[in-house]
């Protein structure tokens, strides 16, 4: 089997959920047949990442995605009616070179990884070629959700981004062999909108053995940590309303309660709250995030938009730390609340349940312990991935329109 991998960012290092899931599953394909890997990238890719790569693919296409161009491209396709976040991946040298590899080489799959890589599957024969699409989320209704918590001109470019995405989901719905996103929620939310029967959930997973904690682990008392790329908006809300709404509060109970916040790009006005509001600890980008994850001993997830299944979850639950998160970060989980995690709305809930869980060694030993137990029990990639191997499997249904 010969497949195209389509991804909008390059997949290594795997930081972030998107790279996370779109690297488990180029790994996963590798396996079945040769793959190319196609992607852009925000950086130039580091040596150990093309090392990678390279042993996993038969060869790759690497195009460096440039800031500045990328927010011309979106504004362009704005004015033309078109979602901007098409527009900011819709890079002409990327489209140049598939146009070349799709001359020299005949592709049995071509699989895209989320909405706005399905401009370049279209450069291909969809009577010959099988055309996947993993969505992952269904993005239209996260732009809505935005504008719901936006006011002014903000609000108005939201929603007019979600119309528009809804439109490109509902083409991608009729014009590919099959669809995939992260939950059953998310497929249900899909059909609403974009009715068929080619539609399957996969969900993420967690590498289980790379987060178990060491059998000693030091922990700093009254440490919580949030982990997530601190560029992206639904990140930044979380964190933003949480300092401003439950550090000082909890800080009045627990002086030494502190707040670790790791990820890559933190805005200006991240460091600036930092600054502003004792306790809250901007830590950056890191190599390795289980040191932090090890070290505390709680996770926040505050996020007030959330979709699909957030691998922040995941990964705390997996290295046994206890998680307190908002209703949307919780979404699609299979998780129970109150044995598994800890699910808080609103400040008054998040203060109340932060002071009695840092007082409380058996409560947090007992949440550790279950959501180990609960990532266990449904969230291995190789279960996933079986669900990956019938769609590649499955004839193409669009020949036989």
């Known amino acids: 089997m010969r497949i195209l991998f389509l991804v909008h960012r390059c997949p290594h290092p795997p930081m972030g959920g998107d790279r996370i899931r779109s690297l488990r599953f180029l790994e996963h394909m590798s396996t079945l047949g040769s793959v190319h890997l196609a992607t852009l990238c925000e950086k130039d890719v580091s040596e150990e990442s093309k090392r990678t790569l390279g042993a996993l693919c038969s060869g790759t296409t690497l195009v460096r995605w440039g800031r500045f161009r990328r927010w011309i491209r979106g504004a362009f396709s704005f004015f033309m009616g078109k979602p901007v976040t098409e527009g900011m991946f819709g890079d002409p040298i990327l489209k140049k070179k598939i146009r070349e590899l799709a001359k020299k080489e005949s592709f049995d799959v071509v699989f895209v990884f989320c909405s706005s890589m399905f401009q370049y599957a279209k450069l291909f024969d969809a009577r010959r070629t099988k055309i996947i699409v993993d969505l992952v989320d269904v993005d239209s209704q996260k732009w809505f959700d935005y504008a719901q918590k936006t006011r002014g001109w903000r609000k108005l470019i ?203 060694a058996e409560l947090k030993r007992r949440l550790g312990t279950a959501g180990r137990c609960m990532a266990e029990r449904w969230y291995t990639w190789e279960n996933q991935l079986k669900k990956l191997d019938e769609i590649l499997m499955k004839e193409k249904r669009l020949a036989k329109k």
């Open 158 to 360: 939201f929603r007019s981004e979600g119309r528009r995405l809804r439109r490109l989901e509902q083409k991608i719905a009729h014009e590919s062999d099959f669809q995939i996103v992260v939950t059953q929620e998310e497929a249900d939310l899909y059909r609403s909108f974009a009715p068929g029967d080619f539609l399957t959930p996969i969900r993420n997973g967690v590498d289980l053995n790379f987060f178990s904690p060491p059998e000693k682990v030091e922990k700093i008392p009254f440490r919580a940590v949030f982990t997530g790329v601190m560029s992206y908006r639904a990140n930044i809300d979380g964190i933003e309303w949480l300092a401003k709404n439950v550090l000082g509060r909890v800080r009045e109970s627990i002086p030494d309660f502190e707040l670790d916040v790791v990820g890559r790009d933190p805005s200006a006005a991240l460091h600036d709250l930092a600054r502003r509001v004792p306790g809250l600890n901007i830590i950056g980008e890191v190599p390795d995030i289980r040191p932090y994850l090890f070290r505390a001993e709680v996770a926040l997830i505050p996020l007030r938009i959330a979709r699909g299944i957030q691998n922040k979850v995941l990964e705390a639950c997996a290295a046994k730390l206890p998680v307190v998160a908002s209703p949307p970060a919780v979404e699609g989980i299979k998780a129970e609340p109150k044995r598994d995690l800890l699910v808080c709305d609103g400040a008054d809930a998040w203060v109340e349940t932060l002071v009695e869980l840092f007082s409380n």
